[in-house]
């Protein structure tokens, strides 16, 4: 017995070094993307799904258990209520992103780590789940050429940083058909902007430099209920509902305006001097308000078989208000649909007949509306789930979850900027039964 509580001590005590490395990670990684559309509102926002829902679009709302193992999934808190198993899932991702705008083309690539999540069974009816992953990510740079009376300008704008979350969160079903849940989000980060506006061609020239830094640190909420309906032969349809509250975040706001120099013959910028710094605001105490969310979706299944799902989402980010200021963002909305098909779970002969195959589509109309135009967003994705071998007692199962997302966001109308981007998310899977009884004769 002693045995076994020091290896359930030695599980929990892993996991949770795992979970502070990669916090830590989270919250000192800087530019995780390149997009010039991240310098409105709080950056782009990520959608809150694992490797083996994004691969379906990101269909999660209405999808309980898409392959019969236990699955985080922290969109919808309700179906931690189904969670049998003790759950962890670890992540990571990389892309690239072209940017067009005109004749013009820009290529980068960014990875990171994606998220980190862990799912325990309370009860037989209920389980909890604690987790960091981001929430929205910051990163961009661009030169505006211009003119101050008859002096060449250029205008240099640039940005870095994001928003993590992590979450606390409590599922629990009721009867066979029904659960509720609920998480408690704590979102922390720091986004930093800078705008300069430099005179071209002219020694000794002076210019001068804006920088705001917004460290964000607060709790808000979100919730979550799905209703099962039998249609029998190992059929069901499954609907969803989740949302997350209108919270109020504590934020510290930082402003500082320096005026340089460059050195003519480098174009290296010269050491600020005392006197340089003509405004400096330090840690200003405000606050975020963040916007109601709404996502509905259901899904149609044959129990470790197919599986078909659509979820919808709206999002009020016309009242964002940061430090007391409404943002003028648009409302968001959007709708993803996909699709998981396992030809034979069971399959002794055929390694690739039980791997699961995943499609699926996603459109969003972003809160950002430049130069008239609506800033919309399309993604064709793809994916598999890669079973690993269980051991030898058949209690602990492994899979590795891949996804894939081929999309674009933007046009080019108007002079506008257009991202055409490839993601590549890889998640791992553990389900493993920690606390056991063991009956000795």
């Known amino acids: 017995m002693k045995l076994l509580h020091l290896n359930m001590y030695n599980k929990i005590k892993y996991i949770a070094s795992i979970i502070m490395v990669c916090t830590g990670f989270t919250v000192t990684a800087q530019v995780t993307t390149q997009s010039p559309y991240s310098q409105v509102g709080l950056g782009n926002i990520e959608r809150l799904v694992l490797p083996q829902f994004r691969a379906m679009g990101g269909i999660s709302t209405g999808v309980n258990k898409p392959n019969g193992y236990s699955n985080i999934n922290m969109l919808n808190p309700a179906t931690y209520g189904g969670i049998n198993l003790t759950t962890v899932d670890i992540g990571v991702r990389g892309g690239f992103t072209e940017l067009k705008k005109g004749s013009q083309t820009e290529t980068s690539f960014n990875s990171t780590l994606s998220h980190v999540a862990l799912g325990i069974p309370v009860t037989t009816r209920s389980a909890m ?18 003119k101050v009376g008859s002096a060449d300008v250029n205008y240099l704008y640039s940005g870095e940083g994001g928003i993590s979350k992590a979450y606390f969160g409590y599922g629990y079903q009721i009867g066979k058909t029904f659960r509720i849940g609920a998480n408690a989000d704590y979102y922390f980060g720091n986004l930093k902007q800078t705008q300069a506006v430099e005179l071209q061609n002219q020694n000794g020239a002076t210019n001068s430099r804006d920088e705001s830094k917004t460290s964000i640190n607060g709790i808000g909420f979100s919730y979550g209920l799905q209703y099962d309906i039998p249609l029998g032969n190992r059929l069901s349809i499954t609907l969803g509902y989740s949302g997350s509250s209108s919270s109020a975040i504590k934020t510290k706001n930082t402003y500082l305006t320096t005026v340089y120099q460059k050195d003519p013959s480098t174009g290296d910028e010269l050491t600020v001097r005392v006197g340089d710094t003509l405004n400096f605001v330090d840690n200003a105490k405000t606050s975020l308000k963040l916007p109601l969310i709404h996502n509905f979706g259901f899904s149609l299944q044959k129990d470790n078989k197919w ?26 909305y959007g709708f993803s649909a996909g699709v998981q098909v396992t030809p034979d779970i069971t399959s002794i002969g055929s390694y690739f007949k039980r791997v699961d195959y995943r499609l699926g589509f996603q459109y969003d109309k972003s809160y950002i509306r430049m130069k008239n135009q609506d800033i919309k967003q399309t993604a064709m994705t793809f994916g598999f789930g890669f079973p690993l071998a269980p051991n030898q007692r058949a209690i602990t199962f492994y899979k590795l979850n891949v996804a894939a997302e081929l999309g674009r966001r933007g046009t080019l109308v108007n002079d506008l900027v257009q991202e055409s981007y490839f993601n590549l998310h890889l998640g791992f899977t553990l389900n493993d039964k920690w606390f056991r009884r063991f009956k000795f004769e």
């Open 129 to 146: 789940s604690f987790g960091v992953l981001p929430y929205s990510v910051m990163g961009y740079e661009s030169v505006n050429a211009g």
């Open 307 to 332: 599986l078909f799902g659509a979820d919808y989402r709206t999002g009020k980010w016309s009242e964002l208000v940061i430090d007391q200021v409404n943002q003028a963002l648009e409302d968001s």
